[in-house]
């Protein structure tokens, strides 16, 4: 009797467990602030990252929470791919932002832009490489131009330049770039440029760090969806340890920021200890801080 009485204990545990991460959480939406001090002279921003929305119908939640995040004085808003989970998704996209980003809204494809993923890729393909991912690419087309409609500039192995304010911007296509076709993308940057790179999976990063790179964006790893108190992300699906899973880090003078994403597949959305989330970062430049050190000492005086 007491095996039994444990046993539906264990059950009772394990379904309230898989409603929290299901239905919960899924919806426990976040917003994070964080500040980013360069050594470099760039001009002082605000930037919106948000990743790996996967859209599709139907969608309710999500899309007030980006309504409401994106309705500050921004000056850049990077997507950094996982846009779409099929083209049920098209439609959201143009409901996304509240306002437009003084500086422009810029985004990149992710792997599920490209694939449309069955279970089997998600069960099997966990251990069969070859069915890691569904044979043929999907046509993106459509939702590029949903993107372009939105106010969004999509970057596909492509650099863009903000002159006025000494702003380059690279996007890298899914899933990554070799050495020299990121280093012919930056030397597009002109040196004294504010140097700001989009990708999805975090593949390859000390290539940015070698190059001069500032800051990187990425997504892809939803922050691991499942983390473990001491532990950390269960699974990271990408070169980054456990303890880089999302968030802000550096590796020499580049700063990366992964997101945790604001949603998933929705055939394994599941989080625990993980919330859906979007960050503001605010840049902040050595000279900006020189400045207000300055004006700071002379109020004392």
Same mark, same amino acid.
């Given at each position: 009797m007491f095996i039994l009485i444990s046993l539906l204990f264990v059950f009772i545990l394990?379904?309230?467990w898989f409603y929290y991460a299901y239905v919960i959480e899924t919806k426990l939406y976040q917003t994070h602030n964080l500040v980013v001090d360069l050594t470099a002279n760039a001009t002082n921003l605000n930037i919106l990252h948000i990743s790996d929305l996967?859209?599709?119908?139907?969608?309710? $939640?999500?899309?007030?929470? !980006?309504? %409401?995040?994106?309705?500050?004085?921004?000056?850049l808003v990077f997507l950094t791919g996982?846009?779409?989970?099929?083209y049920s998704g098209l439609p959201y996209i143009c409901q996304i932002l509240s306002r437009t980003p003084k500086l422009g809204a810029y985004a990149v494809l992710g792997n599920h832009d490209y694939y449309d993923y069955?279970?089997?890729?998600k069960t099997i393909g966990k251990i069969i490489k070859r069915l890691k991912h569904p044979a043929q690419r999907r046509d993106v087309s459509s939702m590029i131009e949903a993107l372009q409609n939105a106010n969004f500039k999509v970057l596909r192995n492509e650099v863009d330049l903000i002159d006025q304010y000494k702003i380059g911007i690279i996007g890298i296509d899914y899933p990554t770039v070799e050495y020299r076709?990121?280093?012919s993308l930056v030397k597009q940057i002109p040196d004294d440029y504010l140097k700001l790179v989009l990708f $999805?999976?975090?593949?390859? !990063?000390? %290539?940015?760090?070698?190059?001069?790179?500032?800051?990187?964006f990425g997504g892809h790893t939803h922050g691991g969806q499942i983390?473990?108190?001491?532990?950390?992300?269960?699974?990271?699906?990408?070169?980054?340890?456990?303890?880089?899973?999302?968030g802000l880090f550096n590796y020499g003078q580049t700063y990366f920021h992964v997101s945790n994403g604001a949603g998933a597949d929705p055939k394994t959305n599941i989080r625990f200890l993980c919330p859906p989330s979007a960050t503001i970062l605010q840049v902040r430049s050595k000279e900006s801080l020189k400045s207000q050190a300055k004006l700071y000492n002379i109020v004392q005086e």
């Open positions: 394990i379904l309230a996967h859209l599709c119908s139907p969608e309710s $939640h999500k899309i007030d929470f !980006l309504k %409401n995040i994106s309705d500050n004085d921004l000056d996982d846009v779409f989970e099929n069955r279970w089997i890729n076709k990121l280093e $999805h999976i975090p593949l390859n !990063l000390q %290539n940015m760090v070698k190059l001069g790179v500032n800051i990187a983390k473990l108190p001491y532990i950390g992300a269960v699974f990271t699906d990408s070169e980054l340890p456990r303890d880089k899973a999302s």
